[in-house]
């Protein structure tokens, strides 16, 4: 069975946002894109990107724009971790592992850019039927 022309079309907008937001440097522009490119409206108003930012910068400990192994350590224990006190992985590794969710569609280097979370969350949005859910979600998340 061949596609339809609807799915293609789809196809190119979704990459066009993509492409886009590569290169929008209006963070509301960009973020608008990026829920674009996760096939929503991209209407998405600059509420939820005020809790992205406030998320990322509460996880961004050391203030370097990038959020690393090293901003999480002395914030989120692993002890009660299963596979921590199996021995199986080291603190690094669950931590690394844990950042790697923010960066399905970027670059898998244990460094999380405000980009690649702000990614991640169109993603999560998408997914979110209601604004107030999602504010919901990310206060109770990050503890905002
Ligand atoms: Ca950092």
Redesign the pocket.
């Known amino acids: 069975m061949s596609r339809s022309t609807d799915d293609r079309n789809e196809d190119n907008m979704i990459l066009k946002a993509r492409l886009a937001a590569a290169k929008a440097t209006d963070p509301v522009e960009k973020f608008r894109l990026l829920c674009l490119a996760r096939g929503t409206s991209g209407i998405s108003g600059i509420g939820k990107l005020k809790l992205i930012d406030a998320a990322f910068k509460k996880l961004?400990?050391?203030?370097?724009?990038?959020?690393?192994v090293?901003?999480l350590k002395n914030v989120y224990s692993v002890r009660s971790n299963p596979k921590f006190q199996s021995g199986e992985q080291t603190e690094g590794e669950i931590l690394t592992k844990f950042l790697k969710t923010f960066e399905e569609n970027g670059t898998r280097d244990g460094k999380v850019t405000f980009d690649e979370f702000m990614d991640y969350y169109a993603g999560v949005s998408s997914s979110i039927d209601h604004d107030a859910h999602f504010d919901l979600m990310m206060r109770n998340a990050w503890k905002l």
């Open positions: 961004d400990k050391t203030g370097d724009g990038v959020v690393t090293d901003d």
